[in-house]
């Protein structure tokens, strides 16, 4: 009988019999589907793509096409100057705090720049490195966005990711009022990322016990985040302003939309459906975006080797971090091995049936990574493929 993986190999293959791996597609169907039902999710408030989690300028512009969605995240200053200046957007976040002072003097010198992109800011060094690079007499107003650190801390345990220093609402009120006391700046907006929700899947395979422990922690610290994100808001309301409050990941966005400090949420990985949150138990993203490799070798009967794979993703090094060998079904990377930087090895059923030549599907762990390692994406719709675009790579940049 055909599954339903047996039948996307066979349009995978049959799309792509022309190219030789190894090259990265995405099927525009599950991308567009998981888009829609990321907007749906977010019931009626506004979504931001994360722009670090596609890193493809055309398929940002997909996203964004797609109603419900509006405005970017970015991972770096000098990247949301461009997709500004190249049209993709005029509404750019940008998720982390910069050093870079020749980006800022290009954002401080541009009046339409300056009005459309949000700086992240944390502590009063970054304002005096801002004002180092661009000073406030000979500038125009930048925009700012405080981040309120998402972590959860019961009794003294820090447990998520190490972010902004300011975990109080009153650490965040008071930078607030610094802002407000300084020239060239205008305070818009706040964010809090709740990466110990969003971020991790609390349905590990063969783990219940692990399972049940994350549900229960994502439980209270989203309780604890609920009340810190409103004293937050009501703090900095003191001094500006603010057009908006940020939160959430793909992981958590149904979560984070009931919260009525919350007027927008930021998703990106749920669009290319990586490997990574099979392990969710709320929701599950249609697989998107693959990488083929060819088959090189056979070792043995029950072995197949491919040409590289080893396409790690950020994080701890473990397990979850490999990519994993999706079609054929019945595939797995070699325990002692893993995935390779020039050869992999794959095991199990579906090595049995696989030929020198022929390709293995890999999901990568993470999302817009896979980007770093080609430098353009096959978009593939039913048994065709519709369109080849750039990705960041291919278009000559390496933001991070």
């Known amino acids: 009988m055909t599954t339903e993986r047996d039948a996307l190999r066979e349009r995978l293959d049959k799309a792509t019999a022309d190219f030789d791996p190894p090259f990265a597609v995405v099927d525009v169907a599950a991308f567009d589907a998981n888009a829609a039902s990321i907007v749906r999710r977010a019931a009626g408030k506004p979504v931001r793509v994360a722009s670090k989690s596609v890193r493809c300028r055309a398929l940002v512009t997909r996203a964004l096409a797609t109603p419900g969605w ?233 072995l197949a080797t491919v040409s590289g794979g080893g396409w790690i993703a950020s994080g701890q090094s473990v397990n979850n971090r490999q990519p994993v060998p999706w079609l054929p079904e019945g595939l797995r990377l070699v325990r002692a091995e893993g995935a390779g930087e020039v050869q992999t090895p794959v095991r199990g059923p579906g090595a049995a049936v696989l030929r020198v030549g022929d390709r293995v599907w890999f999901r990568h762990a993470k999302a817009g990574e896979l980007c770093e390692h080609v430098n353009e994406l096959h978009l593939v719709d039913g048994d065709r493929v519709v369109d080849t675009v750039p990705t960041y790579r291919g278009e000559g940049h390496a933001f991070l």
């Open 70 to 302: 509006h405005g970017v995240m970015s991972f770096t200053l000098a990247e949301a100057i461009w997709l500004m200046r190249s049209g993709v957007t005029t509404d750019a976040l940008v998720a982390y705090p910069t050093a870079d002072r020749g980006a800022l003097r290009e954002l401080a010198a541009d009046a339409d720049l300056a009005a459309a992109i949000t700086l992240m800011v944390d502590a009063p060094a970054q304002l005096d490195l801002i004002d180092s690079a661009a000073p406030p007499d000979h500038r125009a107003e930048l925009r700012l966005c405080l981040e309120l650190d998402g972590s959860w801390r019961p009794f003294g345990v820090h447990i998520g990711v190490r972010r902004s220093p300011l975990h109080s609402p009153a650490a965040v009120g008071a930078l607030a009022a610094t802002i407000a006391g300084r020239r060239g700046f205008r305070l818009v907006g706040l964010m809090a990322y709740d990466a110990q929700i969003a971020g991790l899947g609390d349905a590990p395979p063969r783990q219940a016990l692990r399972g049940a422990a994350i549900r229960a922690m994502q439980r209270r610290s989203y309780l604890d985040l609920l009340s810190r994100r409103g004293q937050a808001l009501a703090a900095v309301r003191e001094h500006a302003d603010v057009e908006f409050f940020n939160s959430g990941g793909t992981g958590s966005v149904a979560a984070t939309v009931a919260d009525p400090a919350v007027t927008e949420v930021t998703a990106g990985s749920g669009l290319y459906g990586p490997a990574l949150f099979d392990e969710y138990r709320s929701w599950h993203p249609a697989p998107a975006a693959f990488f083929a490799l060819a088959v090189v070798r056979r070792p043995t009967a029950s």
